[in-house]
């Protein structure tokens, strides 16, 4: 007898909880699950059954292998359910995995006509059947979703891996021909229009996803990632995606011990270091300006050392705090997500702790619609970001939980971002748990407004957003003419209320997803990439096609004058689409103030800029250096040294920001003077020098500049403010 016959057949056996039935000539059903349950086999050990039975074997026999293979069918059709990549590859194994179980089902029922069929022979090769498509599992489980993506990020590979498999089974399938007759070889060709579709569509995405990413904000990517490196960018992003897993993971498993207060409340220093290997992004309380500007348990703040504003939140540690603000900083990596910096400890009370979170400028979208007419450009845009912020948490496997209006926060250039997320609650705590609310009930998915004990899925997130999508077109809070929550729900669950549209700038297909992503029917509401990209195509709707470039003169006639584009940028009415396409064009025509003012349109992200984070701060921090060196432009040197401290498009320098700093500050920039004083005293780039400080800071406060005057009170540094 051959090795290939002496095969054992593996002990995790999977258990078979699916009843299969089917009609046998038209009146008489067949429940092969219970049979199979009810016939014993003669022996439980394989080796023995080959030993035993040289010339011929009973149907018995066969049942262990056969309860096996229909087990892990069925774990390889759950996967393939709820995969998010490579569908139509984790498809095609999907097809001849079932076409094999319904081969095997055809024969359980007609064993009687096929006697000669239960021989040692096909048992061996039954049992290499059932031993390829464990392989097929275990593949399909890898490429379903990002787990282990890295190792197909080739298409070779996955290609290669694809064909390995579908050999490997399709020779055992032709090997049993007696019964068994599946044709392979007509889908050849399908099977590789497939696996050249989703490997075209797996890159596509994973591109979104980095674009999604401002790599500056993952520590080690600062350092070592190549921008222009796609494969590298796309490697880092996973990696960084695993981390979050595991965190997640820990955060939502219910044997996770709650820690008490002694464990949770850890130096400062002791629990940044072990968010951030970085010192630089360890929270002082001393380095932020406070402002008398409150609201509720935020607490707006500027960070002296950038003059960003950012806010302080007040948080409970009695959660497992630290695990879950690993996870807010790891997702803050995505632009379209709420900056995350670190936590802080109440300088007037020990015991009040602060999570510092990006300032938003315009606030919550609510409150952004509600202040300002919004053009079907920026009501697009808006969404795509919301959407693309939904990818990233989608990749990551977190759900928001809360997606609505007042959770989304829009920054000074008009970017929204996802905010709000829970830090006092495991993620999937809060699924259960969420009532509804006169706020939250429009946003929530009938499924879950229904049954609190729903449990959420991204189905729910879906519903959610395209409430969104009404919200944004409309201008106007959904359901507004009902206050209580118990009627609003009634109506709600008895489809007695519509979202209806009256804008008019709406194009029909945005209607139509709306009424997709909010179908009662939770199947039919599409995955939250498909609505990314209808909406990217919506938005390209309304972009006139360029027929041909026009000349110099013709670009000449249509821009600002320097003068003008400079006015226009400073003024908050200004054209800043203008002002920038002017700016564009007197730097390519090597102006160096122009390179100056479109350094500065990038790096701030005004509008109309569109770049991704890491590419338009890398050619911000280029246009500074040029117009700092070449033309000795003062604001140049100035945001050419907060590049260099920030690690914006370039790696951080303080030793060379202090220079820069220094440059600008001798030609009376007074910022410049206070940033100056700031690393001196402090001892950031340089030996710490309180009397060049201290000569700076109090210069600099001399000037009425509010940071330097305020650092200077909190320090006893006496300075007297000139006569203006």
Sequence with gaps: MSNDNENIRPNDRSNVNENITFNENNNETFDLTEYLNQVSPAVDNVTDIIIQSTESLTFANFIPVVKDIFGIVN???????????????CGVLVDRVQAAKAAIENLIIRKDHYEDFFIPQNLGIMLNLFQSMKNIRDFVNKIHNFNDMQKFLQAQLIKNKFEELTTEFDGYISTLNFVITIDTNLKKDRDYDSLKEDIKETKEFLRLLVKSIDFARIPRASRSINVSDEDAM??????????????????????????DEQDVLLSLKDFDSTLNDNENDILDYEDFETLEENHGNYYKRILKITSQEVIFKEIDLSRHINIQ??????????RDIIQYFGLIRSKENKEKKYIVLEWAEHGSLREFYQSKKLDYQLKSRIALDIARGLIFLDAHDILHHDIRSDNIMVDRHERAKIANFDMSRGYSDKSRKLRATRDNAPYMAPEKLENREYVYDPKCEIYSFGVLLWEIAEQ?????????????????????IKLKFSCQDIPEKWKQLFSEATDKNRKIRPEIRIIFEKITNFKSLNKTTKSSQPSLQTLMQNIFSLEDAIKHTNSKQGDKTKAWN???????LNVHIAKYYKGYYLYHKLPPVNHADNERFKIAADLFKKAADNADITMAQHMYATCLVNGHGIEKNLELALNYFLKAANKDNYISMFRLGFMYYKGLGTKKNDEEGIYWLRLAAQHNVANAIKFCKEHNIDFEPFNC
């Design 582 to 588: 002017s700016f564009c064009i007197y730097s390519n």
């Design 325 to 334: 603000v690993k996870i807010l900083k790891s997702i803050s990596s995505s």
């Design 234 to 259: 796309i490697g880092m992003m996973i990696d960084n995606r695993s981390e979050i897993i595991q965190l997640k993971n820990s955060l939502d498993d219910p044997r996770t011990p709650q820690k």
């Design 75 to 89: 774990e390889i059709l759950g996967l393939f359910q709820v995969a998010k990549q490579n569908k139509r590859i």
């Design 476 to 496: 106007k809070a959904p359901y507004l003419e009902i206050s209580d929550v118990i009627e609003l729900t009634k109506k709600i669950l008895n489809r007695e």
